[in-house]
C-alpha cells in the first residue's frame, strides 16, 4: 500500500495552460506538504496544511494554490503555466510538524514539464 | 540564501569501508535536523534524526554527529553497502516547523 501517492506522475503541457496534481495520503497524519525540486535540485517547501488549515505559505505566485478538501487529502493547481514551472513536485505528510522524530513520507514525485 | 549546505556534490566509497556525508549551516535557530536518502525516480525517504540538544544519534549502520559551534553535521554510514547508493539530503527545521534542504550529495558505493 503507497503510504503517499500522488498523480500523474509525469505531467508535459503547454505554456499558459491550467493543471492539477493529486496527493492523498493513508497514513492518518494530521500535515501535508508540497515541495518542488528546481533544476538545482534544492528542495524547497511552498505549503503546509494542518488538518486542512494553511500554516505555511512561502513566497509561490499566486498561480498556484493549494486545496484541501479533507486531511488526507492535499492537491495543487496551477494556473497559467510558465516555462519556469518545469520542475519536479513532492507532496509530504508527517504526523504532526512538531515531532519530527519520523521525519516526513514523501510521494515518489510528479515531474511537470512546461514546454 | 543557502542556510543548508552540502558542498560536497559526490561521494565514493568501497564496500565495507565508512561513508562520512557532510552538511553545515548557518541558521543557529534550526532545532531539528535529519537526514533523507532518495534514489532516482522515487521521493526521499527519512533516515535519521537528531535534536539541537544532542550530538549524537545512532540507528543501526547510521549515526549522526552534531556540532552546534560549528554549525556542522555528519551521517556515518558504517559498513557501506552497495544498496545504499542514492543521493542524500541533509535537512533542518526552523521556524513553523519549516525543513530547509540541502542540496544532496550522491553517494555511490563500489562492490
Known amino acids: 500500500d503507497t503510504a503517499v501517492s500522488q498523480t500523474p506522475k509525469y505531467l508535459v503541457t503547454q505554456m499558459g495552460n491550467d493543471k492539477s496534481i493529486k496527493c492523498e495520503q493513508n497514513?492518518?497524519?494530521?500535515?501535508m506538504y508540497w515541495y518542488k525540486q528546481d533544476s538545482k535540485k534544492f528542495l524547497k517547501i511552498m505549503f503546509s496544511?494542518?488538518?486542512?488549515?494553511?500554516?505555511i505559505n512561502e513566497t509561490v505566485p499566486n498561480r498556484f494554490s493549494p486545496k484541501s478538501p479533507d486531511k488526507a487529502h492535499l492537491n495543487l493547481h496551477i494556473n497559467s503555466l510558465e516555462l519556469g514551472d518545469s520542475a519536479v513536485y513532492f507532496c509530504?505528510?508527517?504526523?504532526?510538524?512538531?515531532?519530527?522524530?519520523?521525519?516526513?513520507?514523501f510521494g515518489s514525485g510528479t515531474r511537470l514539464t512546461v514546454v | 540564501d543557502q542556510q543548508v549546505k552540502q558542498n560536497s556534490p559526490s561521494l565514493s566509497v568501497q564496500e565495507g569501508r565508512i561513508s562520512i556525508l557532510n552538511c553545515d549551516y548557518t541558521n543557529s535557530m534550526f532545532d531539528y535536523f535529519l537526514w533523507y536518502k532518495k534514489y532516482p525516480a522515487e521521493g526521499p525517504t527519512f533516515l535519521i534524526s537528531?535534536?539541537?540538544?544532542?550530538d549524537k544519534n545512532e540507528d543501526g549502520r547510521f549515526t549522526v554527529f552534531l556540532n552546534k559551534s560549528a554549525k556542522h553535521l555528519s551521517l556515518h554510514i558504517v559498513p557501506s553497502q552497495p544498496g545504499d547508493s542514492a543521493v542524500y539530503f541533509c535537512a533542518a527545521r526552523g521556524s513553523n516547523y519549516k525543513l530547509t534542504f540541502g542540496k544532496g550529495t550522491l553517494l555511490t558505493v563500489n562492490p
Open positions: 496544511y494542518n488538518n486542512k488549515e494553511l500554516i
Open positions: 497514513l492518518g497524519h494530521d500535515t
Open positions: 509530504a505528510s508527517s504526523q504532526d510538524p512538531g515531532r519530527l522524530i519520523y521525519g516526513y513520507t
Open positions: 537528531i535534536s539541537s540538544i544532542k
